[in-house]
């Protein structure tokens, strides 16, 4: 089963997230509170504990939900293969996969450390199209 690891907020950019209980998911505009929030095709970030293993692997042990600037760190799902258009149903909410990857901005502390990073690559991005709450835990379904 593909589930939610984490929720993840930073009230600015360019910092790392830090772990919530759960999140408000707000129509169009992504997570309530989050910086990367607002009006456009990269609302959510999510990114799989199994992206964050293989940085792990590389030799870098404090790698926590949110180092990532991820908002949902996930679990049991290869979220970088979902096409995009793709739609998913997390806890209340709906959403629609925008973009897989993203260029890497400068200055990124992973690639510094490892001279890699998993986001670009692996990591997706979402807008939210039913809004609701999304906890740890909550199941995360392709809708068909």
Known sequence: MAKVVAINISEKKGVIK???DKGFFKVEHGL???AHAGKWHRQVSLLGQESIDKMIAK???DLTPGKFAENITTEGIELYEL???TKLRIGETEMEVTQIGKECHHGCEIRKLTGDC???REGIFTR???EGVIKAGDEIKIIK
Do not use: A, Q
């Open 83 to 85: 096409p995009i258009g």
């Open 18 to 20: 830090k772990s919530i």
């Open 59 to 61: 030799g870098i042990n």
């Open 118 to 120: 998993v986001m670009p």
């Open 32 to 34: 309530e509170g989050d």
């Open 128 to 130: 939210v199209l039913k």
